[in-house]
């Protein structure tokens, strides 16, 4: 896991390496009732790589569950991503505006993971 500083109230946990392993071991600390599901894509992508013969489907697992915990170690962030996805459900507020900050925070835990 590679080491972020993030001022004093840093993340949660390191960013972990981009492997199945690790970021099993992340889901399991920052949100470990997430474990099932990332159970069960990694099933998912395996099963479809081997079907397809591309490495495609396990490459969308490691994008998805990276960005997860990129997101999820900080738990400011994660709720703030929360509440804006809450608003969009209901349709409260600029739309525009949310989707901007929804993918603001998003490219973050793109570059954060090194995606």
């Known amino acids: 896991m590679s080491v972020q500083a993030d ?3 840093g993340p949660l946990i390191p960013m972990p390496l981009l492997t199945p392993s690790a970021l099993r071991a ?3 600390r920052i ?3 997430r ?3 990332l159970t ?3 099933f998912e ?3 479809n790589a081997q079907e397809t013969q591309s490495l495609a489907p396990l490459r969308a697992f490691v994008h998805s569950w990276a960005v997860f915990v990129a997101i999820e170690r900080h738990p400011a962030r994660a709720a703030r991503l929360r509440e804006l996805e809450g608003l969009v459900d209901a349709g409260e507020g600029d739309l525009r505006a949310l ?3 929804i993918r603001t925070i998003r490219e973050t835990a793109e570059a954060e993971a090194g995606l």
């Open 7 to 9: 001022g004093p109230y």
């Open 26 to 28: 992340a889901v399991t």
């Open 31 to 33: 949100a470990p009732s």
């Open 35 to 37: 474990v099932p599901a």
């Open 40 to 42: 069960q894509h990694l």
């Open 45 to 47: 992508a395996t099963t």
């Open 99 to 101: 989707m901007a900050e």
